[in-house]
């Protein structure tokens, strides 16, 4: 198992985020984590990836205990995410956005950016190529000298899962990388999940956009209320009842 | 063809350069000579503190803190009878390592907070300098710090330092140095990681970056190269005392950067040789000059917030497209490209 997730708990003062939850992560999967807003989804991923101490339970990444880590050590053993809100460093570039993204794997210190040693200019060379190697991909090369605050909402979105591909991740959690855009755009940011997909990259993602998780989804884990209520393959899920109560008045499922 | 473009973009450093060095032999009177060495060091001191503060986005207001650990740091041991050469960069090294623990404590907190740790130590330096009498002399402080030792150069004779014009030069070396360093650092992966601090912690982290080690380094060269200044100004003066902790000096650096420009490279040097030259003409006013001072920051605070550096770029820029504009085709490309080139100002 690659992730495994194990009886994460969640207090926030009074409030249970996330109780006792847990599942596991199969290499090359997709798995989308649904459920009505203030579920606890956001919660748990800010407790996998690092951002916030979990109350209890633990986290196992290639059967190693992750737990409590700092997010920095996520993401240098492979766990990227990206944030409900779209998150950028917005006073800089386009390519400087992608380069830090790549920091993670470089080693470049004081002394070789004081002295340029070889180290300097191989990794800032190799540090160009992956930069320019994600602007393909993530189909915004002539955007590499933009700021950010001049993108669109939706490139925004394509460049904070190109930010967070760039430390090559085993695991990419994407917290509703369609959240904000319309309906045409989502599109785009689909295929971009199923391009992912076939690099290798494991993908755990949070949506609301029932027929976008349907179309993308291997498997489901539903949380309401902080609890994990259903988990199983879409169709399975589409028809399962507890589910349909929790989304009762909500949205639709189809 | 080489050259010619070298030359093309750098014409506007290279002929500050050249200004710079001709200062003291274009310009006789020893009193404006003198008034540039003090500006050229608060402009060292400026520059290290755009580091950590414009680079990297911490507020250290423990920078006259540190500027007074150097100071003294220099004095103690010249006077001891160790040569300038060795005293300097060991004066930086003390006022780094003492950063680096101060750091280790500081640099936890975020934010206002840092400010304030930060502001505390420097007081702690400046109580510390006034009433530490066996080892500081207390108020009178530690006066007939030698002049640097003489560099021997063969067949010529010796590079000695009694000169005011030759301390000019030393002066302008370690701007350069310093400017140097901060550059190399700056347009670097290394630096990168500084501004991904600056811009978004919470991101920094998120994508790989151990956000305190990043704080910690900026935090350690920053005191490194303000423990130099701290070293250079003792020597110049041939003494120190506490004010030279004196948190006033924070905030009178502070000022340079943000009128100069934050987190550009010309910016601290601009802010501080102006605003000193400024000071300076309007010394009749007395006490009024530091209200006139506070006027021109608020007014630079609000309507240039990146400082002259900024008002000039853009300035450039405009005219650069419009220029380019009438010259045709191809105008917003090279405008993406000059803006580049632009950010390094
Ligand atoms: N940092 C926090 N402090 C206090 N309460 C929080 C915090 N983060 C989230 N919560 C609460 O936890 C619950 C779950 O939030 P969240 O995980 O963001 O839900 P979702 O992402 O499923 O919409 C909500 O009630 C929210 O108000
Ligand atoms: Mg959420």
């Given amino acids: 198992m690659l992730l495994k997730v194990e009886k994460l708990t969640k207090h926030f003062d009074g409030l249970v985020a996330n109780n006792h939850i847990s599942f596991d992560l199969a290499e090359g999967e997709i798995l989308a984590i649904i459920g009505p807003n203030g579920a606890g989804k956001s919660t748990l991923f800010n407790l996998i990836s690092g951002m916030l101490p979990a109350t209890s339970g633990k986290v196992f990444l290639e059967e190693e205990d992750v737990t409590g880590l700092k997010p920095h050590s996520m993401a240098e053993r492979g766990i990227a995410r990206t944030f409900q809100t779209t998150t950028l460093f917005d006073e800089l570039r386009v390519m400087d956005n992608l380069a830090i993204g790549y920091r993670v794997r470089t080693r470049t210190g004081f002394w070789d950016a004081l002295l340029h040693s070889s180290r300097w200019r191989r990794e800032k060379e190799e540090t160009e190529a992956k930069v320019m190697e994600a602007l393909e991909f993530i189909g915004m090369r002539e955007y590499a000298y933009h700021f950010v605050s001049t993108l669109t909402q939706e490139a925004q979105k394509r460049l904070a899962i190109g930010v967070a591909l760039m430390s090559d991740p085993k695991i990419m959690m994407l917290d509703e990388p369609t959240a904000g855009i319309i309906q045409d755009e989502t599109d785009g940011i689909m295929e971009l999940i199923l391009r992912l997909k076939e690099r290798g990259i494991t993908v755990c993602l949070i949506e609301h956009k029932m027929r976008m998780v349907m179309d993308l989804a291997d498997r489901i884990v539903v949380l309401n209320y902080g609890e994990k209520i259903a988990e199983g393959p879409p169709e399975e899920i589409s028809c399962n009842p507890a589910v349909i109560e929790a989304y009762l008045g909500g949205e639709h499922i189809a | ?345």
């Avoid at chain 2, 920051?297 to 419009?322: E, H, N």
């Fill in chain 2, 1 to 345: 063809m080489k050259y010619n473009k070298f030359l093309k973009q750098n014409w506007l450093y290279l002929l500050l350069l050249i200004a710079a060095l001709s200062f003291p032999l274009v310009i006789s009177s020893r009193y404006y000579i003198q008034i540039m060495i003090t500006a050229l060091t608060w402009a060292m001191a400026a520059l290290s503190l755009n580091l950590i503060l414009g680079y990297t986005g911490q507020a250290s207001l423990a920078h006259a803190g540190f500027f007074g650990l150097g100071a003294y740091s220099l004095a103690l041991t010249t006077k001891a009878g160790l040569s300038f050469w060795l005293a300097l960069p060991l004066a930086g090294a003390f006022a780094a390592f003492i950063g680096l623990f101060i750091g280790l404590l500081t640099l936890r907190t975020r934010g206002h907070y840092f400010a304030i740790s930060t502001l505390c130590f420097g007081v702690i330096v400046f109580i510390v300098a006034g009433s530490w009498i066996e080892i500081t002399k207390g108020a009178t402080g530690i006066l007939g710090i030698p002049k640097p030792t003489p560099i021997p150069i063969p067949f010529i004779g010796e590079l000695s330092f009694t000169s005011q014009t030759n301390q000019y030069y030393l002066v302008i070396f370690f701007l350069l140095l310093f400017l140097f360093i901060i550059y190399r650092l700056v347009n670097s992966l290394q630096g990168l990681s500084f501004m991904a601090v600056r811009n978004n912690e919470v991101l920094a982290e998120a994508v790989g970056i151990n956000t305190f080690t990043t704080k910690l380094l900026s935090f350690v060269v920053t005191n490194f190269l303000v423990g130099m200044t701290g070293g250079i100004y003792a020597v110049l003066m041939g003494g120190v005392s506490p004010t030279v902790a004196g948190s006033n000096l924070t905030f009178f650096w502070l000022a340079y950067v943000i009128i100069g420009g934050v987190a550009t490279m010309a910016g601290p040097i601009v802010g501080a040789v102006l605003v000193t030259f400024l000071m300076e003409y309007m010394y009749s006013l007395g006490e009024y000059r530091l209200a006139i001072f506070g006027l021109i920051l608020i007014m630079a605070i609000i309507f240039f917030p990146r400082g002259l550096v900024g008002v000039f770029t853009r300035l450039y820029q405009k005219i650069k497209d419009y220029f380019g504009g009438i010259r045709g085709g191809g105008a917003g490309q090279n405008a993406a490209k000059s803006r580049k080139a632009n950010e390094t100002l």
